[in-house]
């Protein structure tokens, strides 16, 4: 035990919903101030405290381009206090955790709220550059006939785009940009996420059915958690604006009754002819937020507080964009060298679930020599993963995956399973779009 | 001497203009500007002899005060004077004064900051040009009518020409203030400029005017669009006619002083005789001005100020404690009545209710009336949404630690709300403060439930909370000074009107209004009409609602619970007429289950009398065979014989001031009759007494109207 040590006092996150359903009216920056405004309820958190506020996000959007700041000033943080907005992609808010766990550790800082927030609903759909072009150049127009070209050239450009819109052609230079769409676009490789699945269920033999009853596990799974109770210490309920009727209390994702029949009667969605990706095996595209406070183990010590746990160690690394999804394979064995522990001590996983055939890949080559040596410069596995530690309450596929705030809803998951449990050690992890992964190493504190 | 200080000429050169004399304002021993008397003479002093001294080139007129330009005549004055010739020397010399200014040959510049109401606007008015600071503390206006008086120095005559008919009539008969920004886009104003460069762009201005030659200017209102051009000349009658009903309707004819600015406007607009305009403003003036009811609104205006300046413990030095953050205990219609007005005053609010629909209510109540204040523009939406930020909730003591308040509005029963008071103080800081909304339950008894009875009080609101402005402070045998001071000055941030009362059943204002409401019944069961009775009440007397809306507003079964407990602590006084039992069994609440007297629409609005009521209480059809006089007599003659039980028998508040305040804030006592003591003053206690004797024997009511002998022993409340 240091003065330095790092801990999370408590965690807690806004009920998942899918996107397009329950939260889709209200705004990231909102969505935010609701989990911190519980957070710092249910930590009666002197706000003074606060030295800074870390916020991942991924959709940045146009009105609230720092959201950080607008979450901390909206959720009743001093202004005094600083807040700065972080993307690292799927693990944005992992990265905010990253950020404070170094200005803790380094005694920059003693109180750090970090977390994420995401709204896909809300991520706009942008003109075609083709039109907006025009736009531009009309904005600029001075000349009264120029003008007049130009709004009939933007006319003209309009019945192009609603030509392209009604035969759904994505390529068509004509059609409207859906920024989720190519926010799940790898720019280097060209391939949508969904493909990066594909190559990998591929590569390891994933067949259609393993994907398909891993899928009906998380269900299964995170309605269970939601029955028995079991994670509502982690959900804030929310009366929601602006008729303030209903509270949100669970996450709208997980189905109840889910089964393997209808599961299997999806069509691949990437891979018409030979894939197995359907959007039953794929997390579903989903809004929410997640916060959590860490602190210096010494101010935590001085203020009061009984921590939920201590960060070990964290790692991000990089490999080919095309298999992205294996990303946890390569930032774990680094992560849990710096915790200085091996695959065997740890009890208790969330390995956030993209797509079912990505988690299986994954545990697929954590158990791999030849993985290892090939891949990772290893001599031997990183170890083998008991699949009944992995993702105890569900994962992504069920609960759904807000890109910009899953990875603090792991972390949050993980140490307060590890509580339940009683475990010592646990990891959380994901893949990274862009072909990186990221791990965090906890323990209990006791 | 103090008067040439407070008010003098500072030379100054302005490059490109020559000297310019600075008339300063700068009161000594106040804080604020006043045009007294003295102050007046001397500024007619002043103004000789800047039209004596030909090196003047131009006036510039400001306030070394930082919040106040000149806060408008001095009230006192007005108070001490009684007759007509008084105000027409005082009113006569302020005019002749002001037309000094707009007479002098050089220009005028008025340089504003902070307040500039009543007489201050009226000077300004008589200036040639006009700039102003932006700042918040800048409001410019003509707030007469609210004292029952009206603009004499000028205002009525003057202010229709600078901005417009219809401008002018909004803030004169309103009795308004309106900040810079207002000001300047009605052209109220010239200039509108930061703070810090008022004075530099004041001379700037000097400057700018005489480049162009140095003029003075009688700058008249020019209509924009051609409907305005219409209204504001062809077809002002139609705006006059318009102005006449509105006030008619918002003063329910009680308030004469705005009908009769209306008045002066309508005879003065466009004349181009000043003279004679002035003598008529000055003989309206002089009309309102000696009446009863200017002298009971400068009472009312009086109480307030007194609130104001006081911390809620007389003759104690104590340091109130800043409430940051406010907790509420029960999402009901009470406890999302105070959420939204602390919230409104930027106070962050923490509502704990077990149940999370009854939060969702609460939050909506205050969305949606921040909601209409968007639609209407008060406000933006950011700042809508920063209002709504300062709210949340929950079903557990979280954040508890984090409140320095926390109000209780949980069901009324005391062994469950001292158990719940127990609980949360577990919940809080040892030093934050519980006080509890209660109407009807013993404050002390109920600081048994807390572990430090020192740091509980009770804080009663009245419903709707965000509509009426009076809260009860009510002491307990154990509160503390600190914690009585602490939410006086908390009430006051909220943007309402404390009393401090003795605890005691219904404390102050419902156990005066309790009589009241016993008696209606009495009328009612006596052959009266509910619509008679009621109307009497609102027309005749002046209150907002009458007995019977009121009773169906605070809820029929709590009337009779509240009647039964003070049956109980004040015996055989209390009595109920038979109809309110037959009412109790009648399953009628009132508005709450849009049950009551009246009919209820959906949105709540109150309709015609529920004729079906008659029958179900038993009742015979109405004969009305009582007069208005002995109706409203009755009731009201009942709250001061009780008036005078609780202030001089039990000593509820310590003066006739708690009880008139209280009266008008709490219940919308007509505010022209001074309050329910003045009132009584009045007509005279002896008449009050001799009514209440000849009433209590002819209606067998012995019991209930005898006059008490506490009010028998009174020669008047305000000595």
Known sequence: ??????????????????SGTALKKI????????????????????????????????????????????????AGILQKTSAYTVHRNCASALESISNGYEKIKSGTMDVVIAGGTE???????????????????????????????????????????????????????????????????????????????????????????????????????????????????????????????TTLTEDTGPRD?????????????????????????????????????????????????????????????????????????YSTPVALKRAGLLMKDIGLVELNEAFAAQVIGCMKAFDSNEFAQKKLGLGSKVGTLDPNMVNVNGGAIAIGHPVGATGTRIVVTLMKEMKKRNIQFGLATLCIGGGQGGSIVLEQEA | ???????????????????????????????????????????????????????????IINSKKPKIFIAGADIDEIRSMTSPDQFREAVGQGQSIFNMIEDLKIPVFASIHGACAGGGCELILACDYRIASDDSATRIGLPETQLGILPGFGGCVRLPRLVGLQAALDIILAGKLVNAK???????????????????????????????????????????????????????????????????????????????????????FKSSNRERSLEIEKNAFCEVAVTDISKNLIHVYDLTEMVKKQNGVPGVQVTAKEIKALGILGAGTMGGGVAYVAADKGIRVRIKDLNPEALGKAFKHAHDLWFKLMKKRV??????????????????????????????????????????????????????????????????????????????????????????????????????????????????????????????????????????????????????????????????????????????????????????????????????????????????LGKKNKKGFYH??????????????????????????????????????????????????????????????????GTGFPPFRGGLTKYADKVTISYVVQQLEKYSSQKNASKRLAPAPALKNLKAFYI
């Open chain 1, 1 to 18: 035990m240091s003065a330095r040590d790092v801990v999370i006092i408590d965690g807690t996150r806004t009920p998942f919903a899918k």
């Open chain 1, 27 to 74: 705004h990231p920056a909102e969505l935010g101030k609701v989990a911190l405004r519980e957070l710092i309820a249910k930590t009666n958190l002197d706000v003074s405290q606060v030295d800074e506020v870390i916020i991942g996000n991924t959709g940045n959007p146009v009105d609230s381009v720092n959201i950080a700041r607008v979450v901390a000033l909206n």
């Open chain 1, 119 to 245: 709204n896909m609903s809300q991520m706009p759909t942008l003109l075609p550059p083709k039109i907006q072009k025009t736009f531009d150049e009309l904005f600029a127009a001075k000349a009264t006939a120029k003008k007049l070209a130009l709004i009939w050239q933007l006319f003209k450009g309009d019945l192009k785009q609603i030509k392209a819109i009604l035969s759904g052609n994505f390529r068509d230079e004509y059609f409207p940009v859906i920024s989720v769409m190519q926010g799940l676009t790898d720019p280097f490789a060209g391939i949508n996420m969904g493909q990066t699945a594909e190559i990998i269920a591929k590569e390891f033999n994933i067949s259609r059915l393993e994907q398909d009853e891993f899928a009906l596990k998380s269900h299964q799974k995170a309605v269970a958690a939601i029955k028995s109770g079991r994670i509502k210490d982690e959900i804030v309920s929310f009366p929601m604006p602006p008729d303030f009727k």
């Open chain 1, 257 to 329: 009754g889910q089964t393997i029949e209808a599961l299997s009667k999806l069509k691949p969605f990437f891979d018409k002819l030979t894939g197995t990706i359907t959007a039953g095996n794929s997390c579903p595209i989903t809004d929410g937020a997640a916060v959590l406070l860490m602190m210096s183990r010494e101010r935590a010590q001085s203020l009061g507080y009984k921590p939920l746990a201590r960060i070990r160690g964290y790692a991000f690394a990089g490999l080919e964009p095309e298999r992205m999804g294996l990303g946890p394979v």
């Open chain 2, 1 to 59: 001497m103090s008067v040439n200080e407070s008010l003098k000429i500072i030379p100054l050169q302005v490059e490109g203009v020559g000297l310019v004399a600075q008339i300063v304002f700068d009161m000594k021993d106040s804080s604020a500007n006043k045009l007294s008397t003295p102050i007046m003479l001397r500024l007619r002093e002043l103004l000789q002899e800047v039209d004596r001294n030909t090196n003047y080139k131009a006036v």
């Open chain 2, 182 to 268: 207002k000001a300047q886009k009605m052209g109220l104003i010239d200039r509108m400029v930061h703070v810090n460069l008022l004075s530099d762009q004041t001379i700037k201005f000097v400057q700018d005017v005489f480049k162009e030659g140095p003029h003075k200017r009688r700058q008249t209102f020019k209509p924009k669009g051609f409907v305005n051009v219409l209204l504001e000349g062809p077809l002002k009658t139609v705006v006059f006619s318009q102005a006449r009903k509105q006030t008619l309707k918002a003063t329910s004819g009680h308030y004469p002083s705005p009908l009769k600015a209306l008045q002066v406007i309508q005879k003065t």
């Open chain 2, 379 to 588: 406000l933006d939406k950011f700042q809508f949404s920063q209002k709504i930020n300062l709210i949340s909730g929950g079903t557990d003591y979280a954040d508890f630690k984090n409140l320095d308040i926390v109000i209780e509005a949980i069901v009324e029963d005391m062994g469950i709300k001292q158990k719940v008071i127990a609980e949360t103080a577990a919940h809080m800081r040892p030093d934050a403060i519980i006080a509890t909304n209660t109407s009807s339950l013993s404050v002390t008894e109920m600081s048994k439930g807390h572990p430090r009875p020192e740091y509980f009080a009770g804080m009663h609101f009245f419903n709707p909370v965000h509509k009426m402005p009076l809260v009860e402070v009510i002491r307990g045998e154990k509160t503390s000074d600190e914690t009585i001071s602490t939410i006086y000055e908390l009430s006051k941030k909220m943007g309402k009107m404390p009393v401090v009362v003795k605890d005691g059943p219904g404390f102050l204002v419902n156990r005066l209004l309790l009589p009241y409401m016993a008696e209606a019944a009495f009328l009612l069961q006596e052959g009266m009409s509910i619509e008679v009775v009621d109307q009497a009440y609102v027309k005749e007397f002046g209150m907002p609602m009458g007995p019977f809306a009121l009773m169906d507003e605070v809820g029929l079964d709590v009337c009779i619970k509240v009647l039964k407990i003070f049956k109980k602590a004040f015996g055989d006084r209390v009595e109920l007429a038979p109809c309110m039992e037959a009412l109790e069994k009648s399953g009628r």
């Open chain 2, 600 to 665: 209820y629409d959906e949105k709540d609005y109150r309709g015609e009398v529920d004729q079906s009521i008659y029958q179900a209480l038993n009742l015979t059809t109405p004969t009305n065979l009582i007069s208005n006089q002995e109706c409203i007599e009755r009731g009201v003659f009942a709250m001061i014989n009780e008036c005078a039980r609780a202030l001089k028998d039990d000593q509820i508040v310590a003066t006739p001031n708690e009880v008139d305040l209280a009266m008008i804030m």
